[in-house]
C-alpha cells in the first residue's frame, strides 16, 4: 500500500472554503479499507478530523471530531481510490498541516486515532487568517 499524495491546501480567510484530495495508492480493489484526515498544528498533537471506513455488511460510515462536525465533509472515490474534504466555514483554529492516512483495517477509521493508521501522506498546509 501506499503511497499518500494529498492536494489542495492553501491560504484562505476566516468564512471561506478549501476542498482537499488525497489519492490513495496500493488499496486497488480493496474497498473496506478505512482512510482519514488528520491535522497538526505546531506545536501540537495530530489529531483526527474526519474518516471513512466500510465495515462489512455496511454501505461505508465516516466519523468526524466534534470541532468540525457539520462544517467538514470526507468523502472518497472508491473507483478511482481518491480521499476528499470538502472545508467549510473555515477558522483560525483550523490552520495546520493536514495529512491523508489509510488503513487496510475496515475498523481503523471508528477511533479517528493517527495510532490506528500504517499509511500517511506527506502533508498539505491549510492556513486560515482571520
Known amino acids: 500500500q501506499g503511497p499518500l499524495v494529498e492536494s489542495g491546501g492553501g491560504s484562505v480567510q476566516a468564512g471561506g472554503s478549501l476542498n482537499l484530495s488525497c489519492i490513495v495508492s496500493?488499496?486497488?480493489?480493496?474497498?473496506?479499507?478505512?482512510a482519514g484526515w488528520f491535522r497538526q498544528a505546531p506545536g501540537k498533537q495530530r489529531e483526527g478530523v474526519a474518516a471513512?471506513?466500510?465495515?462489512?455488511?455496511?454501505?461505508?460510515?465516516?466519523k468526524y471530531a466534534g470541532s468540525v462536525k457539520g462544517r467538514f465533509t470526507v468523502s472518497r472515490d472508491r473507483a478511482e481510490n481518491v480521499l476528499y474534504l470538502h472545508m467549510t466555514s473555515l477558522k483560525s483554529e483550523d490552520t495546520a498541516t493536514y495529512y491523508c492516512?489509510?488503513?487496510?483495517?475496515?475498523?481503523?477509521?471508528?477511533?479517528?486515532?493517527?495510532?490506528?493508521?500504517?499509511?500517511w501522506g506527506q502533508g498539505t498546509q491549510v492556513t486560515v487568517s482571520s
Open positions: 496500493g488499496y486497488d480493489g480493496d474497498y473496506s479499507y478505512s
Open positions: 471513512v471506513g466500510a465495515p462489512v455488511g455496511s454501505n461505508g460510515d465516516t
Open positions: 492516512a489509510a488503513d487496510i483495517a475496515p475498523f481503523a477509521y471508528f477511533r479517528l486515532d493517527p495510532s490506528d493508521f500504517t499509511h
